[in-house]
């Protein structure tokens, strides 16, 4: 009971809670760094250095009125933000971040199979809150968001295939150790492969320049025009949970999981005594602050540049990445 209940609910527990608090200061860095693009200083008044407005957020979610639109579907504008937050939730449950059994949950052997398949349900809940608005503006948000991920799912699961033919398994703890016995992170061998997920990431959580369904501009606040309140706090919480799961992924599948740097270099042996952990938090950060970086540095593309970067540009490259990797493998 205690190694498969007990256990297991308390790294749940642990991990549940890890995740809320560091998307609460996922806000505030972001807010920062933006800020700084900008030559701003970005939130300064609650708290030192603004620290604090991290904590001030949440707390106005929580206690602003929730409104439900008169002609809304109830339930469904009830479940749509659940809906996206719960597989944002569940995919953290294959994710190791760190070498021992006690950084992650569970280790299958299909751990990324698994990975992929949940994170493409919490799609739905956009597009439910788009249906259940009963409002224009989310509804096209919602149709935005089906065929944005449609698009680009195909080309990151066809990426992925490459991934798996050069680790030679699905689980997410082998294919770190793959990288160990090679010597070589993925992200060397693979460097296409890299780009072309990153690049699938930032579309599939929404993420500058491929914002079309939340798009201020045209459609007043996308899909969660009509939601307020907390109702409202769970999309963005879904938003900055799956953007630390593209992060987690990034680093598990091309930067050596929590591999210290160059580990077939025995002259850097010294670095082994970092624990496994802020190896893997370290590189997730750096990728973290890229996505926002981004956001901050480029445009919103068009939606006609999206759909034809998706199918006319990614996809080929995609295709070709197996094919090369393939043969690659078979001929060595």
Do not use: C
Request: overall charge neutral; hydrophobic content about 55%.
């Amino acid at each position: 009971m205690l190694d498969t209940v007990f256990w297991p609910l308390v790294k749940i527990v642990v991990l549940l809670n890890a995740v809320m608090i560091s998307v609460t200061f996922m806000t505030l860095l972001e807010r920062k760094v933006i800020a700084w693009a900008q030559s701003r200083l970005g939130p300064m008044r609650v708290g030192p250095y603004g620290v604090l407005q991290a904590f001030a957020d949440p707390i106005k979610l929580m206690t602003k009125e929730d409104i439900t639109p008169a002609n809304a579907d109830k339930m469904m504008f009830t479940l749509a933000p659940i809906l996206s937050l719960v597989p944002a939730f569940v995919v953290f449950a294959v994710i190791p971040f760190g070498d021992d059994p006690l950084y992650y949950v569970a280790d299958i052997n299909v751990g990324l199979l698994f990975l992929i398949s949940v994170t493409s349900i919490g799609v739905y809940g956009i597009i439910l809150a788009g249906w259940a608005s009963n409002s224009k503006y989310p509804l096209l948000a919602g149709l935005r968001a089906s065929a944005q991920l449609i698009s680009y799912e195909i080309a990151v699961t066809m990426t992925l295939v490459s991934v798996i033919l050069t680790a030679g398994t699905l689980s997410m703890v082998e294919i770190v150790e793959a990288q160990r016995e090679t010597g070589w992170w993925i992200g060397f061998i693979q460097p296409v492969a890299f780009v072309l997920v990153l690049i699938g990431g930032l579309a599939e959580t929404n993420r500058a320049p491929f914002d079309m369904p939340e798009a201020e501009q045209e459609l007043t606040g996308g899909f969660h025009t009509e939601y307020s309140g907390m109702r409202f706090g769970l999309f963005f919480l879904a938003e900055y949970a799956n953007m630390i799961v593209i992060s987690a992924v990034v680093v598990v599948l091309f930067w050596g999981g929590w591999l210290r740097p160059f580990p077939s270099v025995g002259a850097l042996a010294l670095l082994d005594y970092i624990p496994s952990w802020i190896w893997m938090f370290s590189k997730m950060f750096l990728v973290l602050y890229l996505f926002i970086w981004i956001r901050a540095t480029l445009p919103r593309y068009r939606y006609d540049q999206l759909m034809r970067i998706g199918w006319k540009v990614l996809i080929p490259i995609a295709i070709a990445n197996v094919v090369i990797t393939a043969v690659v493998k078979v001929l060595l």
